[in-house]
Nanobody, 124 residues
């Protein structure tokens, strides 16, 4: 059974940085693409970033491109999201997700396991 545990969220001022981590428990982490999504109060869950199984391909939402960086360490079964130049609009619960395949995806339907989420709050 797959389990995903996010950490690293918190309260930060505008322009600050946070690094989220997602620890994967289960088999064959290195064979699955991973993703980060977020959900703000009253809004639908939205795609943030994704990385393929090997870590050689990534994709980002337009709203975070150039500010966020996704990476993974297959030896540690962990995926990261480095978030720089944070804005109040980035405030949300951030979720880590495992894709059902090795290549990147941007839709929630392409991901079959989800973490519980970590809160990120950016103050103005």
């Amino acid at each position: 059974q797959v389990q995903l545990v996010e950490s690293g969220g918190g309260l930060v001022q505008t322009g600050g940085s946070l690094r989220l981590s997602c620890a994967f428990s289960g088999r064959a982490f290195s064979t699955y693409a991973m993703g980060w999504f977020r959900q703000a109060p009253g809004k639908e869950r939205e795609f943030v970033s994704t990385i393929n199984a090997r870590g050689s391909a990534t994709d980002y939402a337009a709203s975070v491109k150039g500010r966020f960086t996704i990476s993974r360490d297959n030896a540690k079964n962990t995926v990261y999201l480095q978030m720089n130049s944070l804005k109040p609009d980035d405030t949300a619960v951030y979720y880590c997700a495992k894709a059902a395949r090795s290549w990147i995806g941007v839709n929630t339907a392409e991901f079959d396991f989800w973490g519980q989420g970590t809160q990120v709050t950016v103050s103005s």
